[in-house]
């Protein structure tokens, strides 16, 4: 069955209906043009979108003013969506040439039925990875060899007999797009669109076990502990045993079926979880049983366009320094106490990616493509750079007319050996100067990039639109 969204598709990721299915109507829109869209959502587009927000003004009680960031760190795990449980990693050292090692295609891309949404994760010389059709692959880190494959992709008819015809939230072909990977103890940890959570030996790539949900996920996993913690379609958090995939607890937030199409996925620090929800709300509960903590909905009461009606809270929430970091759609970006949940400051920046709080800065990245860094104290704007500055392009249209504005999509960013690294839609890598926000270098990635570089030992990895991994040292 089907239901009709007031939705538009935006960061370059499709929406899609948490409900059986996905509205299959073509948006009447260009790619990026210049009218907001208020359309149904059509499966497997991207859509860019003009920013509604205001640009940050700087502080001028900044201006001038230098602010401190630790030096690299080596990392020799990168085991989570965000490089470890808390999504917190401040300053790496990765990729310190700035040139292509080497690409390897691992599956399928992104395609009208299928979307490439997972984060690359890395332990013991290996990087995992899930492709456009619910494949995982083991590659070498070093050299990009293929080590293993396999699948949580669920047949046909085996979803007729186990769904009784409904479908997994991925329309008929592709099936059950979405999901993302994390590693720990030598075992993977696989969720996905088909309704299903998978473990499989990290070496062997032999599946462990299989747990059935009740609907598709579309974020990534975390792991600590001895559980596993993903949000399905729906707003449940889900706690597995890491042991069995037996799910030892639950929490439901409010049901919003518009959402982003990014592989969002919960922090964890020490004893609490901090869950995010296409709803707004942002919750931290007990890992021990999932009670509830506190809850904040990082949504603005007035709202200036039918795009920040999407509440969803895409990019990752960060706990750094016993605070929560956490942006929404809605164009609230906030930071609380984990404790409590008392926020400490909030600013009008809306936004799909993670924050990056790094010494006493936190950068940024907006909807818009405006790269901002922060006073991490106070919440005062250091300045602001327009990454598009120089990219925005016409495209498209018939004998002069017609033509649509096209601004590339940004995620990201990570600061790897003094260079502040993000990537685009427009298939770059592009570096900057983290203090004074220019450009330094750029590299050609074959394809379109949606999903924030990772780092591990020593280099960066992004997986690209198209399915290729490619490996920056």
């Not at 040139?99 to 992104?110: C, K, M, Y």
């Not at 047949?155 to 797009?177: K, Q, T, V």
């Not at 062997?204 to 913690?229: F, K, M, S």
Request: a neutral charge; one cysteine or more; charged letters at 15%.
């Amino acid at each position: 069955m089907t239901k009709t969204l007031k939705v538009a598709l935006l960061s370059g990721l499709a929406l899609t209906v948490a409900s059986c299915g996905t509205v299959r109507n073509a948006l009447p829109f260009g790619l990026g043009g210049d009218k907001e869209p208020v359309a149904t959502a059509t499966e497997g587009q991207r859509v860019s979108i003009l920013e509604f927000e205001q640009q940050l003004a700087p502080s001028a009680a900044l201006s001038g003013r230098d602010f401190f960031l630790p030096g690299p760190q080596a990392v020799t795990t990168w085991s989570q969506p965000g490089g470890n449980a808390e999504n917190a990693v401040e300053h790496v050292i990765a990729a310190p040439e700035f040139t292509v090692a080497w690409r390897r295609d691992i599956g399928a891309g992104s395609a009208n039925d299928r979307q490439v949404m997972s984060p690359v994760v890395a332990e013991d010389g290996k990087l995992f990875v899930l492709d456009g059709e619910a494949g995982v692959t083991a590659v070498d880190a070093g050299t990009g060899a293929v080590l293993w494959k396999a699948s949580v992709k669920v047949e046909e008819a085996d979803r007729g007999r186990r769904f009784m015809g409904i479908g997994l939230g991925g329309g008929s072909g592709g099936g059950g797009f979405g999901g993302g990977v994390a590693v720990s103890g030598g075992k993977v940890f696989v969720s996905s669109g088909y309704r299903v959570m998978t473990a499989f030996d990290a070496n062997t790539g032999a599946e462990l076990w299989r747990t059935a949900v009740d609907l598709p996920i579309h974020g990534a996993p975390t792991v600590a502990g001895q559980r596993v913690y993903v949000v399905d379609v729906d707003n449940q958090l889900m706690a597995f045993n890491v042991a069995n995939g037996q799910q030892d607890w639950s929490y439901r937030g409010i049901t919003e079926p518009a959402r982003i199409m990014r592989a969002s996925s919960p922090a964890v620090s020490g004893g609490t979880v901090v869950a995010p929800f296409s709803s707004g709300q942002i919750v931290a509960l007990q890992a021990t049983n999932g009670q509830p903590v506190w809850e904040q909905v990082l949504s603005r009461t007035s709202r200036t366009s039918a795009l920040s009606e999407l509440r969803d809270i895409a990019g990752r929430p960060v706990v750094s320094r016993g605070q929560v970091y956490a942006i929404s759609q809605s164009g609230v970006m906030q930071v609380m106490d984990l404790r409590s949940g008392q926020p400490k400051w909030s600013l009008p920046i809306v936004g799909v990616n993670q924050p990056l709080p790094v010494g006493d800065v936190v950068y940024v990245v907006s909807q818009a493509g405006e790269l901002t860094v922060v006073n991490r104290e106070t919440g005062q704007v250091y300045w602001s750079r327009d990454l598009n500055e120089g990219r925005v392009r016409k495209e498209g249209g018939f004998l002069g007319f017609g033509k649509r504005t096209v601004r590339p999509v940004w995620s990201g960013p990570i600061l790897a050996s003094n260079r502040l690294v993000l990537v685009n839609s427009d298939g770059e890598a592009v570096a900057f100067d983290p203090k004074t926000g220019a450009q330094t270098g750029s590299l050609k990635l074959g394809s379109a990039a949606y999903i924030a570089p990772a780092a591990y030992n020593g280099a960066l990895y992004v997986l690209t639109d198209k399915g290729q991994l490619v490996s920056i040292r």
